[in-house]
């Protein structure tokens, strides 16, 4: 597990990826801080390293990053973590798409082809 800020290459996920669930890497995306937490089995130790580090739990949303797609599949909103109704989030995916646009914006700055 690592907390990412500035850079993070695709060919370092598709390692990770090879590595754990073979297509895809779980992260948790900090929509505030702009830090992307990789590389875990469980989105909710990501989240953890993320508040361990500072992180407010209102701010953290759970991705999957498929590093072999390309366009809107790259990213998928589905975590146990982003059940959140306190937040007007009752599902599994991200709702609210100011939210789903800062996670996509967010990726594009960190993660370099």
Known sequence: MKIIADRLLLSELKQMA??????????????????????AELHADLEALLLENGSKQKDLWGIN????????????????INMRPSQDN????????EIRNKITAIAAEIIKR
């Open 18 to 39: 090879a590595a754990t669930f073979g297509n895809f890497v779980k992260a948790v995306v900090d929509v505030e801080k702009h830090l992307i937490a990789v590389n």
């Open 65 to 80: 990053i498929y590093p072999e797609i390309e366009g809107d599949d790259f990213i998928e909103f589905d975590s146990m």
């Open 90 to 97: 009752r599902s599994r995916g991200v709702e609210k798409e």
